[in-house]
């Protein structure tokens, strides 16, 4: 097998094939180029249509190896040198003037816990093809789980975009990388005679909390904010704020900006359970239900206020009393309520509205297989027609 050699370190690029070196323009196969990452590994990549695309591929790792190009561009070569974690670090900061709290959050957890410890000390300009590979591959190795994966490789890549733009890297270290792939596995449900052994077994506030989110597909920390002025409409509840596991303050919802909603239907059994509880604990001075202490407003849920793993325990213990031996988490509440809506006939367009979902291929992918039927009712009622 014969090969060209670019520059030095530029790599080679080959064929492997019958056909002698001077005929490589016109056999078909394609071309390979082989080089080495900026870890020094030997790379191997292949597909390359003509001599040209792999010259010119060549070259590129070559740039991003070198670092930013000469542009005289000061403010690209102060990047190119700073350490990841420090670059990471402003590039949020300077940020949080346009992203909600819980943004920010989710941005600076994927940091700390699965980029940093990793390529926080690495150079921005180093950032290669092999560097992201290298780094995927550890996550994987760690047994990471994927929406994890998911979610720092979007973190990762919005930062080192931005140190792109600005002329910091030369060429885009995510060309040709895959993103990890996060499906998520097949939701189990409760019957209805689990929920309401469920709701039997559970302390009034742990039992509101079901009420929500199996009623009205309110996510746990929505639940949390449960607030008597919420009820817009006897069978109307606007969801406006959630409350996190780490803090004592009202949020804004997932996905959405401060003041943005959405109105979800409130069934009759949920508003009755909710009038209970109001009647019988009362509200704070601003309508919420779920506090402690001194009833001002700054504590929501004592269970959910020392943590998630408060709560966890709190879940587990009632469905121990309740009989209930399959492990459900309380998100199988939302998942009954999408059951019940799209079992009955309810568009799941209106279903990924209540649920706040992103987008309506999110609800789609997670509950399509709760409407099986939906092709051949849909040719039964044309038929009607035709």
Known sequence: MATKTLTRGMGTFFKECEHPESRWSKCPHPYKIRYRDATGRQ??????????????????????????????????????EMRFEDFAARYISNRKRGLESNTIEQYELGLKAHINPHVGSRRVGTFTPGVIEDWL??????????????????????????????????????????????????????????????????????????????????????????????????????INEQIH?????????????????????????????????????????????????????????????????????RWDRCLERAGVEVKYTMYSLRHYFASNCLTHGIPITDVAEWMGHKSIEVTYRIYRHLVPGSITRAAKILNERL
């Not at 504590?299 to 325990?313: C, E, S």
């Open 137 to 238: 591959n550890g996550m994987e190795l760690n047994k990471v789980g994927l929406a994890s994966q998911k979610n720092a490789f979007l973190v990762l890549k919005l930062v080192v975009d931005a140190a792109r733009h600005r002329g910091a890297i030369a060429s885009d270290p995510f060309l040709d990388i895959a993103r990890p792939n996060y499906v998520p596995n097949e939701v189990i449900i409760p019957t209805f005679e689990e929920l309401n052994a469920i709701r039997d077994a559970a302390e009034d506030d742990l039992r509101l909390v079901i009420e929500l989110m199996s009623g009205c597909g309110h996510r746990n920390g929505e639940a949390h904010a449960a607030n008597m002025r919420s009820i817009v409409a006897d069978d109307v509840y606007r």
């Open 43 to 80: 790379r191997e990549e292949a597909g390359y249509a003509t001599q040209d695309k792999a010259k010119a591929r060549l070259n590129e790792i070559y740039q991003a190896k070198k670092g930013p190009l000469k542009t005289g561009n000061t403010e690209a070569q102060e990047i190119a």
């Open 245 to 313: 596991s780490n803090k004592v303050q009202p949020a804004p919802l997932k996905h959405r900006k401060r003041g943005e909603f959405r109105e979800v239907p409130l069934p009759r059994k949920t508003h009755d359970f909710f009038s209970y509880f109001t009647d019988t604990y009362g509200t704070d001075k601003n309508g919420y239900l779920l506090v402690k202490g001194n009833g001002s407003g700054n504590q929501h849920m004592q269970h959910y206020f020392y943590g998630k793993q408060t709560l966890r325990w």
